[in-house]
């Protein structure tokens, strides 16, 4: 294997090799500037967190799915929220409030997108480090700050924010109005407002590393398809949450200061606010112009993931390598024009809503680009069955299954009928909550021998597999049928309505498919803390993957590579070459060592 150092001026900075000193415990697993040990932080937060967003859900399904029942050994942990034996009505829009908070921001865009871009974006491109080590710290310990401050929330008299994770105004403005309103909603904002500057930093720095930091030989067409998706995550979130930003920023302003940038014409026991000239609308257009870029923020970095596990465990080349980044692009960019597809109900002009009712179905032509490609990869593959592959193979079905009941979403006419539905519940969960759930596992299961020098219990990961895929899709299809039924999303209580009585049984079944879900992540938290420690003992290139990062040591140190940097010769998917002694060539083997397995082009390339 050819490395070199580096040592030349151009296009390729100079790399120089960290010096190896002893640090503290402080300074090398709190106040690490080493870009592993900083995934590791963002992976553990977020592990924590969706626990406590699936517990929070736990809750709210219990009193969906056994609403006349009364939860009397709750009162133990939920205390005066629980009356009677019954959950306090504005304590369930808080749960649903910080669960949808919780899962979305916290564990889906920096459990995954923070654990991920830190691992891999340095590993990949032959980086010794992030462009800042500093800035990486910096924007773990405000995303640390963020969630003190929001799990703090928690615990409040007056409970935790409680306006949907939408915080529309004006139930988001006005303290007052309900007990969520009041210091639980001031909390969230502040906590989000440090959420997207760690979030802005992370971004800066994703973007710079992979521009400059390369290693010789790594253009930009031999970046992994990992690399490609994290970079355009950071782009996407660069560009839209500055916004929400914004948006947080004068609705504080509306609740504290008097201004009424989003209040207009209100009455609270019948007399009028001074408030006036305000839209609540376009606070809906602030948030969502971040809020449906934001699921490509979620589910960008699983394409990713997906198709390098995909490619490596198929033994094929990843089919339509530029087609995939081709598409990529087309997705980060239609992502921050079709936000107002959200917003169908709001009464917004016919005209406008067929200008983005079009951009939303054009969104699915890269989408099924994406599919396609996998499925060819798929194809005809000597497919190895390891845990993280089967949470690929899962992602692509429960995206397709999503993704479909997206297009049907798309279109204005029906939109408006089912918006207020569980139709869209489902949809949304499917294609941007577990779809992007199983990615992340897909990534830990993959990958965690890198993290950590061992190896996760494929077993357990089988079980933890089908269990998972098993919930994800007892929860969600029935929840398609309720919705197309007319059930509505947001209800505490719907045994009022005698319409919808008859879909009692079917809620029940939903919320045990849910408490089941929830479960069976036990079995992957303790196979993960188990591993971490008593793991079987990882080698170099367990996966026989072709990227950089398993040509580091199995546990590297900070710098990553002991001696000078790698050189890159080729592309990452080299796998089952013809003429080729083994089914894989990583990417620092030059083409002169494999004469026999060298297509026409391939020296071109070099």
């Known amino acids: 294997m050819a490395t070199t150092d580096i040592t030349t001026s151009g296009v390729h900075p100079v790399h120089e090799e960290h010096e190896q000193h002893e640090q503290s415990f402080i300074g090398k697993y709190v106040f690490s500037q080493d870009h592993k040990t900083i995934a590791k932080q963002y992976l553990f937060t977020g592990i924590f967190w969706a626990f406590i967003g699936s517990f929070l859900s736990v809750l709210f399904r219990l009193q969906l799915g056994w609403p006349e029942a ?45 654990t991920f871009s830190n691992l891999l974006i340095p590993l990949q491109i032959g980086a010794r480090d992030m462009a800042s080590g500093f800035m990486n710290m910096l924007s773990y310990w405000l995303f640390f700050v963020s969630s003190l401050i929001m799990f703090w929330s928690l615990f409040l008299d007056t409970g935790p924010a409680a306006g949907g994770w939408t915080v529309y105004p ?69 560009l839209s949450f500055p916004v929400l930003l914004a948006a947080a920023i004068l609705l504080i302003f509306d609740r504290s200061f008097g201004t009424s940038f989003f209040l207009s014409d209100i009455y609270i026991a019948g007399e009028a606010l001074v408030n006036s000239g305000g839209s609540p609308i376009l606070f809906q257009h602030l948030f969502w112009f971040l809020g449906h870029p934001e699921v490509y923020i979620v589910i960008l970095p699983t394409f990713g993931i997906t198709s390098e596990v995909i490619a490596t465990n198929s033994r094929k080349p990843i089919f339509g390598y530029r087609a995939m980044i081709g598409s990529m692009i087309g997705i ?14 709001s009464g917004m002009n016919p005209f406008l809503g067929s200008v983005f009712m079009f951009l939303t179905l054009i969104i699915a032509v890269p989408s099924a680009v994406k599919v396609f490609n996998w499925l060819a990869t798929l194809w005809r593959g000597n497919i190895r069955f390891t845990t993280a592959m089967l949470f690929a193979i899962g992602f692509v079905s ?7 009941t997206g297009i049907i979403l798309g279109n204005s006419s029906i939109d408006i009928q089912l918006h207020d539905t569980y139709f869209v519940v489902a949809h949304f969960h499917m294609v941007m909550g577990a779809a992007a759930f199983f990615g992340m596992f897909c990534g830990v299961y993959h990958w965690f021998p890198k993290m950590f020098g061992r190896m996760m219990d494929e077993k357990l ?69 188990y591993s971490i420690w008593r793991g079987r003992r990882a080698t170099a290139n367990p996966w026989h993957s072709n990227t950089l990062e398993w040509t580091t040591p199995v546990r590297p140190g900070h710098g990553n590579w002991p001696g000078p940097l790698p050189v890159v010769y080729r592309w990452p998917y080299d796998y089952s070459k013809p003429g080729a002694p083994e089914d894989y060539i990583p990417q620092t083997v030059p083409y002169a060592e494999t004469p026999s397995s060298n297509l026409p082009h391939d020296r071109d390339e070099e």
Do not use: C
């Open 398 to 404: 429960i995206f397709i299954s999503g993704g479909l």
């Open 70 to 114: 009364t939860f009397s050994f709750l009162e133990p942990i939920l205390g005066g929220w629980i009356e009677n034996g019954k959950i306090n009505p504005e304590f369930y829009l808080a749960l649903v409030t910080m669960h949808g908070t919780i899962m979305v921001f916290f564990v889906l865009t920096a459990g995954l997108s923070g």
């Open 170 to 238: 004006p139930l988001s403005v006005l303290p007052e109005a309900i007990q969520g309103s009041a210091a639980g909603m001031t909390m969230w904002l502040i906590a989000m407002a440090f959420f997207i500057a760690s979030t802005l930093l992370g971004g800066i720095n994703y973007i710079t590393t992979v521009i400059n930091l390369r290693t010789k030989g790594m253009s930009m067409s031999r970046l992994p398809l990992t690399v490609w998706a994290l970079f355009f995550t950071a782009i996407v979130g660069l």
């Open 332 to 345: 980060s960019v239609l992502s921050i024009v079709v936000w107002a597809h959200h917003m169908f109900v």
């Open 461 to 529: 990961g089988f079980v933890h597999f089908w269990f998972t895929f098993l919930a994800v899709y007892l929860v969600f299809l029935p929840m398609h049928y309720v919705g197309i039924a007319g059930f509505p999303r947001r209800y505490y209580n719907w045994t009022g309505f005698e319409t919808f009585n008859i879909f009692t049984d079917l809620n029940t079944f939903i919320s045990i498919a849910a408490i089941f879900g929830f479960f069976a992540q036990f079995i992957f938290l303790f196979n993960f803390l």
